[in-house]
């Protein structure tokens, strides 16, 4: 297959088929019929986005471009005072002009914000694009805007699933966040959720991205201060479940010239609990039941700032920066009773209490530039970055036991975790004749990480060392990556073919208490397709279809490779496994879409060397179980969706959906084999009802049958959110009053079959809220976008 898909590649490059052009006439006007000038007109190249012509419309509303018949463009039209106009466009040999009419913007003065009319999620090649609009007002973070949005699940642990086997990566402005799943959710929590531009789904992503993204990519697009003038907001919010939130913010946006720039502040007070209820039988016949108790008050900071500026009209730099703390101070409290069920006897019964107390700092820093080589799309663009990351805490635990005597166990402890990333990256595209466009990039990435524990006990009132749990581990990894990606129209048919190809090197020593090193270094390489056609039109909108087809890569992390014993209580530890092999995933999907809006898509996984969280008893102690990570098998995961909707512009629109997964695992367990099959449905939904002119209310959620979360069977479960927006002081203040999780459905009770371990139990966090934010824009934009009249330079040098 790979071989196949090189070949393939190489030959489209090579390819010269005779293409003709004719000349096609684009008209636009108001609804009244008359022409609109001085609107910008671009026509894209369906196959890459890029601008294949652009122009400005004449004083009869009319701009003429050279097509070529049969061809999939995208059609973008602009005029200050008027809605975007965005359709696709496939010329006829005979066809000379095409009229379009724009709708009116209703613009106040002063006014920062003209929403218009766009889908929640529409499909634009292999990715899709979430407009997080209808959904921020609703959310206090970033991590909240995920859960809401249709399609995503969000499990307690703050991993994002886009199917039911691997979670996905996640990205930020395009880049890899390569953190920990608790680290990644810490930062999604402080991120704003108004400074979110765009969120994009990408289930099987082009040779361009990183080939680590086996559950698919979450690209986080952040907002930039590309408004003209000085414009910004000022945010508050708060909501109450058992524990309260509070959040406050300011957003600064400003554009003079050639110059951007934008600010982003938030500071935000949470809390919240979750209930964690288990049964373990043990190999002896005990039973082994706990519930644990922990609340997470924290206090969390954040600051986005960042500059760009034009050095020409076809060189531009950009400069942002991220800086998060947070501080936490958790407090949990676990009851264990360990009993005979035969018998009804008490073996055991003891509270463990604990106290974790911990400041998180993050920065991430990065500069971008973008060469526009020239007006057919060929452009070069590079981005370095760096990031550092840092968790310092503490923690003290005490163990009051009551059976099978009265005694007492404590202890504290302290670790310093520090990350540091660089990442380099430079991607070039090129037009070539024949309408074939050609992509490759170079990128490599460095990572180091150091981590020192040091726990003591206290043993008959003496303070000694715990050697246990004090640990010192150092990891390094350095991933140096290559692609060349080319792509070729054929009438109706769009064909993209690429390769990545990547070398993967992985130390990491562990010195303190026993050395237990490890070394990778392997070199792979990930094919990539994607073709798609024009099927023919509904009701006036463009059908098209999609194959797509990806390999790609899951590396363990330093957290699943350190062999260290991480204490959760007297009955559980964690521990890494230094053997873990990554995992790889072959990824089929075939979709539809309805004029960009998706409608329906199944697909197919097949991961082989597939690692998961596996829970072993300890052969010292029956009482004792430990959770790791480990190679088990292979696993086939089979999946459709199915989306309907009706567009927004009038006063309803709703996007109803569901997706089926069906896994098929063999693999081994404890030295036997394990085979199970299992199918899980969710649906998902989101409706906006406009009451007014100024008020909206919205219905969000999700209901989940037959979940499934690794090797746990999950009962049913899902949420309903609603929110109600008005406006006021003339648009410029938003009041918005929701009520997440309405019918406290957002919980769920679990099952573990898993050789010799059989548990059950229940999870619950404190997800049902009431919630109030406001939001007041303000700023003055330019005097010629006020009175509505072109500026006939800036728009001819956006047009380029």
């Given at each position: 297959?790979?071989?196949?898909?090189?070949?393939?590649l190489?030959?489209?490059?090579?390819l010269?088929?005779f293409?003709?052009?004719?000349?096609?006439?684009?008209?636009?006007?108001?609804?009244?019929?008359?022409?609109?000038i001085g609107?910008?007109v671009?026509?894209?190249?369906?196959?890459?986005?890029?601008?294949?012509q652009?122009?400005?419309?004449?004083?009869?509303?009319?701009?003429?471009?050279?097509?070529?018949?049969?061809?999939p463009y995208?059609l973008?039209?602009?005029?200050i005072?008027?809605?975007?106009?965005?359709?696709?466009?496939?010329?006829l040999?005979?066809?000379?002009?095409?009229?379009?009419?724009?709708t009116?913007e209703?613009q106040?003065?002063?006014?920062?914000?003209?929403?218009?009319?766009?889908?929640l999620m529409?499909?634009?090649?292999?990715?899709?694009?979430?407009?997080?609009?209808?959904i921020?007002?609703?959310?206090?973070s970033?991590l909240e805007?995920?859960?809401?949005t249709?399609?995503l699940?969000?499990?307690?642990?703050?991993n994002?699933?886009?199917?039911?086997?691997t979670?996905?990566t996640?990205?930020i402005?395009?880049?890899?966040?390569?953190?920990?799943?608790?680290d990644?959710a810490?930062?999604?929590?402080?991120?704003?959720?108004?400074?979110?531009?765009?969120i994009e789904?990408?289930?099987?992503p082009?040779?361009?991205y990183d080939?680590?993204g086996?559950?698919?990519v979450?690209?986080?697009?952040?907002?930039?201060?590309v408004?003209?003038?000085?414009?910004?907001?000022?945010?508050?919010?708060?909501?109450?479940?058992?524990?309260g939130?509070?959040?406050l913010?300011?957003?600064?946006?400003n554009?003079?010239?050639?110059?951007?720039?934008?600010?982003?502040?938030?500071y935000?007070?949470?809390?919240?609990?979750?209930?964690?209820?288990?049964?373990?039988?043990?190999?002896?016949?005990s039973?082994i039941?706990?519930?644990a108790f922990?609340?997470?008050?924290?206090?969390?900071?954040?600051?986005?700032?960042g500059?760009?500026y034009?050095?020409?009209?076809?060189?531009e730099?950009?400069?942002d920066?991220r800086?998060?703390?947070?501080?936490?101070?958790?407090?949990?409290?676990n009851?264990?009773?360990?009993s005979?069920p035969?018998?009804?006897?008490?073996l055991?019964?003891?509270?463990n209490?604990?106290?974790?107390?911990?400041?998180v700092?993050s920065v991430?820093?990065?500069?971008?530039?973008?060469?526009?080589?020239?007006?057919?799309g060929?452009e070069?663009t590079?981005?370095?970055s760096y990031?550092?990351?840092?968790?310092?805490?503490s923690?003290?635990?005490?163990?009051?036991?009551?059976?099978?005597q009265v005694a007492?166990?404590a202890?504290?402890?302290?670790?310093?975790n520090r990350?540091h990333?660089?990442?380099?990256?430079?991607?070039?595209?090129?037009?070539?004749?024949?309408?074939?466009?050609?992509?490759?990039?170079?990128?490599s990435t460095?990572?180091?990480?150091n981590?020192?524990?040091n726990?003591?006990?206290?043993?008959d009132?003496?303070?000694?060392?715990?050697?246990?749990?004090?640990?010192?581990?150092?990891?390094?990894?350095?991933?140096?990556?290559?692609?060349?990606?080319?792509?070729?129209?054929?009438?109706?048919?769009?064909?993209?073919?690429?390769?990545?190809l990547?070398?993967?090197?992985?130390?990491g020593?562990?010195?303190?208490?026993?050395?237990?090193?490890?070394?990778?270094?392997?070199?792979?390489?990930f094919?990539?397709?994607?073709?798609?056609?024009?099927v023919?039109?509904?009701?006036?909108y463009?059908?098209?279809?999609?194959?797509?087809?990806?390999?790609?890569i899951?590396?363990?992390?330093?957290?699943?490779?350190?062999p260290?014993?991480?204490?959760?209580?007297?009955?559980?530890?964690?521990?890494?496994?230094?053997?873990?092999?990554?995992q790889f995933?072959?990824?089929?999907?075939?979709n539809?879409?309805?004029d960009e809006?998706?409608?329906?898509?199944?697909?197919?996984?097949?991961t082989?060397?597939i690692?998961?969280?596996?829970?072993?008893?300890?052969?010292?102690?029956?009482?004792?179980?430990?959770?790791?990570?480990?190679?088990?098998g292979?696993n086939a995961?089979?999946?459709?969706?199915?989306?309907?909707?009706?567009?927004?512009?009038?006063k309803?629109?709703?996007v109803?959906?569901l997706?089926?997964?069906?896994?098929?695992?063999?693999?081994?367990?404890?030295?036997?084999?394990?085979?199970?099959?299992?199918?899980?449905?969710?649906?998902f939904?989101y409706?906006?009802?406009?009451?007014?002119a100024?008020?909206?209310?919205?219905?969000n959620?999700?209901?989940?049958?037959?979940?499934?979360?690794?090797?746990?069977?999950?009962?049913?479960?899902?949420?309903?959110?609603?929110?109600?927006?008005?406006?006021?002081?003339?648009k410029?203040?938003?009041?918005?009053?929701s009520?997440?999780d309405?019918?406290?459905?957002?919980?769920?009770?679990?099952t573990?079959?898993?050789?010799?371990?059989?548990?059950?139990?229940?999870?619950?966090?404190?997800?049902?809220?009431?919630g109030?934010?406001?939001r007041?824009?303000f700023?003055?934009?330019?005097?010629e976008?006020r009175?509505?009249m072109?500026?006939?330079?800036?728009l001819?040098r956006?047009?380029?």
């Amino acid at each position: 297959m790979q071989k196949f898909i090189l070949f393939a590649l190489f030959s489209l490059i090579s390819l010269s088929l005779f293409a003709q052009t004719v000349p096609v006439q684009i008209k636009l006007t108001e609804p009244t019929r008359e022409p609109i000038i001085g609107a910008t007109v671009q026509v894209l190249n369906a196959a890459d986005s890029s601008v294949a012509q652009a122009g400005l419309t004449d004083t009869l509303g009319t701009v003429s471009f050279v097509l070529t018949p049969a061809t999939p463009y995208v059609l973008v039209a602009t005029s200050i005072g008027y809605r975007e106009l965005r359709r696709p466009l496939t010329v006829l040999a005979q066809q000379r002009t095409l009229a379009f009419t724009l709708t009116e913007e209703s613009q106040l003065l002063q006014e920062v914000q003209v929403t218009a009319a766009r889908p929640l999620m529409r499909q634009e090649e292999d990715k899709l694009i979430v407009d997080p609009e209808p959904i921020v007002s609703t959310s206090t973070s970033t991590l909240e805007v995920l859960e809401k949005t249709p399609g995503l699940f969000v499990d307690p642990d703050g991993n994002v699933y886009l199917s039911s086997t691997t979670p996905a990566t996640i990205y930020i402005n395009g880049r890899e966040q390569r953190m920990s799943t608790a680290d990644i959710a810490s930062m999604l929590k402080s991120l704003p959720p108004n400074s979110i531009a765009h969120i994009e789904v990408l289930r099987t992503p082009s040779a361009r991205y990183d080939a680590s993204g086996s559950g698919g990519v979450v690209n986080i697009v952040l907002k930039k201060g590309v408004k003209i003038g000085l414009t910004g907001s000022v945010n508050a919010s708060l909501n109450q479940g058992s524990y309260g939130n509070q959040m406050l913010g300011l957003n600064l946006n400003n554009q003079v010239g050639k110059r951007h720039a934008y600010l982003n502040l938030n500071y935000a007070r949470r809390n919240t609990y979750e209930r964690v209820e288990t049964e373990r039988l043990l190999t002896n016949g005990s039973r082994i039941a706990q519930q644990a108790f922990t609340t997470f008050p924290s206090d969390v900071a954040y600051a986005g700032f960042g500059f760009g500026y034009e050095l020409s009209p076809k060189w531009e730099l950009n400069y942002d920066s991220r800086i998060n703390y947070t501080a936490t101070n958790s407090s949990s409290s676990n009851e264990s009773i360990i009993s005979k069920p035969d018998a009804g006897t008490l073996l055991s019964d003891n509270t463990n209490y604990l106290q974790n107390h911990s400041n998180v700092f993050s920065v991430s820093q990065g500069v971008t530039s973008k060469y526009k080589i020239n007006e057919e799309g060929a452009e070069i663009t590079t981005d370095f970055s760096y990031g550092y990351f840092e968790n310092k805490g503490s923690q003290e635990y005490q163990t009051l036991f009551r059976l099978p005597q009265v005694a007492e166990l404590a202890g504290d402890g302290e670790w310093t975790n520090r990350r540091h990333v660089w990442s380099g990256q430079v991607d070039a595209r090129y037009k070539l004749p024949k309408q074939i466009t050609l992509e490759t990039g170079l990128k490599s990435t460095f990572q180091g990480f150091n981590s020192g524990t040091n726990y003591f006990i206290e043993v008959d009132d003496q303070r000694e060392q715990d050697r246990f749990r004090t640990n010192t581990f150092t990891y390094r990894d350095n991933i140096n990556a290559a692609y060349l990606q080319g792509s070729k129209t054929f009438g109706a048919f769009l064909l993209k073919i690429g390769a990545r190809l990547e070398n993967t090197i992985m130390n990491g020593w562990q010195r303190i208490p026993s050395d237990t090193s490890f070394r990778i270094n392997r070199t792979d390489l990930f094919p990539y397709l994607y073709f798609s056609r024009r099927v023919g039109k509904i009701a006036g909108y463009e059908l098209r279809s999609y194959l797509v087809m990806r390999r790609s890569i899951t590396r363990p992390t330093y957290e699943y490779l350190n062999p260290f014993a991480r204490f959760v209580d007297q009955y559980l530890y964690e521990t890494g496994n230094p053997a873990l092999r990554p995992q790889f995933t072959q990824n089929y999907e075939v979709n539809i879409s309805v004029d960009e809006r998706p409608i329906f898509a199944i697909g197919r996984n097949y991961t082989q060397d597939i690692f998961t969280n596996v829970l072993y008893q300890d052969p010292r102690n029956p009482a004792v179980a430990y959770r790791s990570y480990d190679n088990l098998g292979r696993n086939a995961e089979t999946y459709f969706r199915l989306l309907g909707a009706i567009p927004p512009g009038g006063k309803y629109f709703f996007v109803l959906g569901l997706q089926y997964n069906y896994n098929d695992y063999r693999g081994e367990y404890e030295n036997s084999p394990l085979e199970f099959q299992r199918g899980s449905t969710t649906f998902f939904t989101y409706h906006q009802l406009k009451l007014g002119a100024l008020t909206t209310l919205s219905l969000n959620g999700f209901y989940r049958m037959k979940g499934q979360l690794q090797f746990y069977e999950l009962s049913n479960f899902g949420n309903v959110n609603l929110n109600l927006n008005r406006h006021l002081m003339n648009k410029k203040m938003l009041l918005s009053l929701s009520i997440s999780d309405v019918f406290f459905t957002n919980k769920y009770q679990f099952t573990l079959n898993q050789g010799s371990i059989a548990a059950s139990g229940a999870r619950i966090n404190d997800t049902r809220r009431v919630g109030l934010s406001l939001r007041y824009n303000f700023g003055v934009r330019k005097k010629e976008e006020r009175s509505g009249m072109p500026d006939f330079d800036s728009l001819e040098r956006n047009s380029r």
